[in-house]
């Protein structure tokens, strides 16, 4: 059921994608086909990101029962704990239908392929899960602050994960800053498209940056570092 | 002798909120503590008083806001995890074993986390199970067992990769005296066989008399006390009283050896016997007022802790 809703969920937001290309035919440089790639990237590399770090959206619950003071007796790392804590199977079908999205995009987008463009896409989608993975933990780290602050950080986790999933040569320039550096949404699907396709990049964001995919990979560890770090130092225990 | 526990100007302040603005709680303030390898020592105050923040200090949950901290000659917050193959923690109030699984999985479990080869993990769960009698409900779930069965397999699983230190925040809160009683004599045959450090906290005056050779006693984050129960007992007369229902109006019980007379009711009928547990027993008390009266009934209370505590407090001042 869990599986069918999810999966359900996913096509919708996909539908929501082509709902929009059916009026218009390109949007930001970019058409419905080459946005599929975009997506289908974006989504699963979130839905893989979520499958292995999602329950880090569950540490308010450990806090409040307590369950995170006992994590902290044990001989392990506290992040391995909650990330392992359970593992839901459903977030496998949001995984399909990104992939599902992705394939169709590779298929129907001329592509050449060449190394290059084997290697590119192969950065992507590493890079990509490390960015989201790295966003579940950088929102972990604050839930430590905001005990009651989930909300927010949902925010900034799956609206990043929306957008991912958009062409961002159609945000203003505060956006581009948001998302196209300091959450480096860009990054993950749209860059490395537009360099994949051979296409122009808009202004800040050149298409040559989608190779610099890792190094944004790198910056979102080292913000969720830092949030985790200072979230686990900051913890007030959960009374009692 | 080597020391387990060592602390040294140990405090944490929380900031709350006071309505708009924040006020600074000082839980724990300026604590020095000492205790040697093999100890077992109880540490008593009210509710509030800083135990619990003490503790996760001890065990690196929570960062002191001043102070220096070895447990086990480690540093609790940065080296974690290596500490806590050296300690073991029951918090009464909250569980570590899995909701869901039998009690047997959830040891499985945390040998695994611990990193127990198969050869430690048979004979310790094989030992623990037996001492506490665990073999009935090994295959129920947890979210099955009662509080006394839940408590026992609570404190094996903190006991399972056999610590040095064993620190319980409140076992027996909630257990009946059967269960309170086996869990007792349970932590002193560990402790006789293994020489384990245990420091415990409780409101139950019988934890500390039965497994304790020294008493902390902590009010508003200071220590307030240390030394032996005895010695505290003496300090602040810290007596149990014997309440005694008798057939027929007596006179004042003032001759009963080793007791106070504290007070008589309904002309005589009801009496109150104060007595230093560590010079008499109920059960002598008992049979010297039997000599002089008939007794119909009867009851025993305990110093309560949060007494000990006022008394000590106001005896500083």
Not at chain 1, 87 to 114: K, M, Q
Not at chain 1, 184 to 211: R, T
Not at chain 2, 66 to 94: H, K, N, W
Not at chain 2, 106 to 118: E, Q
Request: aromatic share 8%; glycine share 10%; hydrophobic share 50%.
């Amino acid at each position: 059921m869990d599986l069918a809703s999810s999966l359900l969920v996913g096509l919708v937001e996909l539908a929501e994608v082509w709902v929009l290309f059916q009026n218009v035919p390109r949007l930001g440089g970019v058409e419905f086909t080459q946005i599929l790639l975009v997506f289908g990237l974006a989504d699963f590399c979130f839905s893989m990101a979520d499958l292995l770090f999602g329950h880090c959206d569950n540490l308010t619950t450990f806090v409040r029962a307590g369950t995170l003071d006992v994590f902290y007796l044990r001989p392990q790392p506290l992040l391995l704990q909650l990330i392992t804590s359970d593992i839901s199977l459903r977030r496998l079908a949001r995984g399909a239908v990104g992939l599902g999205a992705l394939v169709v995009g590779l298929v129907l987008n001329p592509i050449e392929w060449d190394l290059g463009a084997v290697v590119l896409l192969g950065l992507a989608v590493v890079s990509g899960l490390t960015v989201f993975s790295a966003q579940f933990v950088t929102a972990a780290g604050l839930q430590f602050f905001l005990i009651n602050g989930s909300e927010m950080t949902n925010a900034f986790v799956y609206g990043g994960r929306y957008a991912a999933s958009q062409p961002a040569s159609v945000w203003s320039r505060p956006l581009k800053v948001a998302f196209g550096f300091f959450f480096p949404m860009a990054f993950v699907a749209y860059l490395p498209v537009i360099e994949l396709l051979g296409l122009p990049g808009p202004q800040w964001l050149p298409s040559w940056f989608g190779w610099c995919a890792p190094l944004a990979a790198l910056w979102a560890c080292a913000l969720a570092a830092l949030s985790w770090r200072q979230g686990v130092r900051h913890y007030q225990g959960g009374g009692g | 002798m080597t020391t387990i526990i060592e602390t040294r100007g140990l405090s944490r302040e929380f900031r709350v909120r006071d309505g708009l603005g924040r006020r600074v709680v000082t839980a724990v303030d300026r604590l020095d503590i000492r205790v040697a390898a093999g100890e077992a020592v109880g540490y008593i105050g009210a509710n509030g008083a800083g135990k619990s923040t003490t503790i996760k200090m001890l065990v690196g949950i929570l960062v002191p806001t001043a102070g220096e901290v070895l447990t086990c000659g480690r540093e609790p917050v940065r080296e974690r995890r290596s500490l806590a193959r050296d300690v073991g923690v029951v918090f009464g109030q909250r569980s570590q074993l899995w909701w869901d699984l039998p009690v047997c999985d959830s040891f499985r479990l945390l040998a695994a986390i611990h990193g127990l080869d198969a050869d430690q993990e048979r004979r310790r769960t094989g030992e623990l199970i037996e001492r506490m009698e665990m073999e009935e409900f090994l295959a129920f779930p947890v979210r099955q067992l009662s509080l006394g069965q839940r408590m026992r397999a609570e404190v094996a699983a903190a006991l399972l990769h056999s610590p040095r230190l064993v620190i319980l925040d409140e076992p027996t809160i909630g257990l009946d005296v059967l269960s309170k009683q086996r869990l007792r004599e349970f932590l002193i045959a560990e402790r006789a066989e293994h020489g384990t450090t245990l420091l415990l906290t409780t409101h139950d005056m019988g934890d500390v008399e039965r497994l304790c050779d020294r008493v902390l006693v902590v009010d508003r984050g200071r220590l307030a006390y240390d030394g032996s129960l005895a010695g505290l007992s003496g300090t602040v007369g810290a007596r149990r009283e014997l309440i005694v229902d008798l057939a027929e109006p007596t006179p004042d019980l003032r001759s009963v050896a080793d007791t106070e007379h504290l007070v008589s009711e309904g002309g005589g009928l009801r009496q109150r016997l104060a007595f230093d547990a560590e010079r008499t027993t109920a059960a002598r008390v008992l049979a010297a007022v039997s000599e002089q009266v008939e007794v119909v009934d009867l009851s025993v209370t305990e110093p309560n802790i949060e007494d000990v505590v006022r008394r000590i407090y106001a005896a500083q001042r």
